[in-house]
């Protein structure tokens, strides 16, 4: 049976790792188009102050919020039969690469076994619940890095790509990408899945690099890039991806993936420069910066630029990411709408102009990751 979800009368939404940085942002972007909608999101509340990420929501009335694990079935099920839910949005997944180096096993428990309890939960609600087969989607965001790396003058990733990941973070999540495949085949669940390329973006992580490299500016902290920075990776900004996600729900075919890319390639070291040059233009503007951020590289009379230090690259580390997103673009009609140099600016002012949110998540916890990732690799 190929459908679409616009066979469900009403969506009623799970949305897993709510509170996290690409979930938590759905969920406002969601809300904000259906403001009646029913969203339970769902979190485990891994890092110290996401739950913040999901301030404001509570206005409406068919939000609320649900602390827990993705791999605790017998709350899935709780969750799901209590709101009548017909629509699941897996967003939660580990998704730190060098974590997944230090620590796979936290990759595999949440990104394999925490998607493969969802889809027994969602198959015995939907499938073969008291009222037999009912209306439904499950979608599953991945990632780009599923498919290995590219060299320089390489097409870029299309859904037909093989699968080739390099690190156990990406082979956690081809894991996963393959069980939601299978439950497709085997069972007959209506399933959609979303491979994207590097988001950027409000609410993001700050060990990820572009908000690391903000705050470290902030801060008058070295800015480390991995080797020779010439790594090249496909910019999408947050809303773009939210967006597009969206559309797969409202038009995306039953059994169908579709890559989601900002057609936005950046090396590294470039993008490092750009927020430098960026930071040091704000500053320069507007003297209520250098009041609000005394220790920062410009209150200390430096260029950002100069903080920049290379420091020895990362076991596997990819060489380039690139996704083709004809797909999505020529079936569903969705482009991105944000480019790069606006995306970027508007997610500097928000890191100036929210730093209670990223001071609470950088916690004791949070800069011992740091020393350990970054001072142990030191050029």
């Known amino acids: ?91 939660a997944a580990e998704s730190h690469v060098d974590r997944s180096i230090h620590d796979p096993d936290a990759f595999i428990q949440t990104n394999i076994l925490g998607t493969h309890n969802l889809l027994r ?37 299309h859904e037909e790509t093989p699968y080739a990941p390099n690190s156990p973070y990406a082979a956690s999540k081809a894991g996963a990408d393959h069980l939601v495949r299978a439950y497709q085949h085997t069972y007959g669940l209506s399933t959609t899945t979303s491979n994207c390329s590097n988001n950027y973006g409000p609410y993001h992580f700050p060990e990820k690099l572009i908000p690391l490299i903000i705050v470290n500016i902030l801060h008058n902290k070295p800015l480390p890039i991995y080797g020779d920075g010439r790594q090249i990776r496909d910019w999408l900004y947050v809303e ?35 927020i430098g040059e960026i930071m040091d233009e704000l500053f320069a503007e507007d003297p209520r910066w250098l009041q609000a951020f005394p220790h920062s590289a410009a209150a200390q009379g430096r260029k950002s630029a100069d903080l920049i230090q290379h420091v020895r690259d990362r076991p596997g580390h990819d060489r380039r990411y690139a996704i083709d997103a004809t797909k999505i673009t020529r079936e569903l009609g969705f482009k991105p709408a944000v480019d790069f140099p606006t995306g970027i600016r508007q997610t500097i002012r928000w890191y100036l102009e929210h730093p209670q949110w990223w001071q609470k998540i950088m916690d004791g916890s949070y800069r011992e990751w740091l020393d350990v990732q970054y001072g142990a690799l030191k050029a």
């Open 1 to 91: 049976m190929s459908v679409t979800t616009d066979s469900i009368v009403e969506k009623r939404l799970l949305v897993t790792g709510a509170a996290g940085f690409i979930g938590a942002n759905f969920c406002h972007h969601w809300l904000q188009q259906h403001p009646r909608a029913t969203l339970i999101a769902l979190d485990a509340l891994t890092y110290a102050g996401n739950r913040h990420n999901l301030e404001g929501l509570e206005q409406h009335s068919g939000f609320r919020f649900v602390q827990g694990d993705i791999n605790d079935a017998l709350l899935v099920e709780r969750v799901m039969t209590d709101h009548h839910l017909n629509v699941i949005v897996h967003f």
């Open 121 to 157: 939960v969602a198959r015995a609600i939907w499938l073969d619940g008291p009222q037999g087969w009912i209306p439904h989607r499950f979608h599953h965001i991945s990632t780009d890095e599923v498919y290995g790396t590219l060299g320089p003058q390489d097409p870029a990733f």
């Open 240 to 274: 773009d991806h939210c967006r597009g996600i969206a559309t797969i729900l409202e038009q995306g075919q039953e059994g169908e993936s579709y890559n989601i890319g900002g057609c936005n390639e950046w090396a590294n070291i470039d993008i490092v420069r750009l």
